[in-house]
């Protein structure tokens, strides 16, 4: 059975930052085109992040320059460093399969981000 697991987010200022992490358990990552999501308050889940297997990653525009998706092979982990935190980065932050590729695990409980001004 997969497991996915998120964690990491809390409370920021704007302009800070913080490191999210997905523990993986039932899947191997690497295999997987991997990705995290987002879902604010009123708004539809959107995908923020994805990095294939092979390393190759890409992002949603509001977020290119500012957030970095990355994974550690040996620990089965993915990460998302956000840096330069906005307001409307706020939002329940999920990881899993990319959709574009394949049909989601179950969803996780997903980490809350939240940011103030």
């Known amino acids: 059975q997969v497991q996915l697991v998120e964690s990491g987010g809390g409370l920021v200022q704007a302009g800070g930052s913080l490191r999210l992490s997905c523990a993986a358990s039932?899947?191997?990552?690497?295999?997987?085109?991997m990705a995290w999501y987002r879902q604010a308050p009123g708004k539809q889940r959107e995908l923020v992040a994805a990095?294939?297997?092979?390393?190759?990653?890409n992002y949603v525009d509001s977020v290119k320059g500012r957030f970095t998706i990355s994974r550690d092979n040996t620990k089965n982990m993915m990460y998302l460093q956000m840096n330069s935190l906005k307001p409307e980065d706020t939002a329940v932050y999920y990881c899993?399969?990319?959709?574009?590729?394949?049909?989601?695990?179950?969803w996780g409980q997903g980490t809350q981000v939240t940011v103030s001004s």
């Open positions: 990095i294939t297997g092979g390393g190759s990653t």
């Open positions: 899993n399969t990319d959709l574009r590729d394949r049909a989601p695990y179950t």
């Open positions: 039932g899947i191997i990552l690497r295999f997987n085109v």
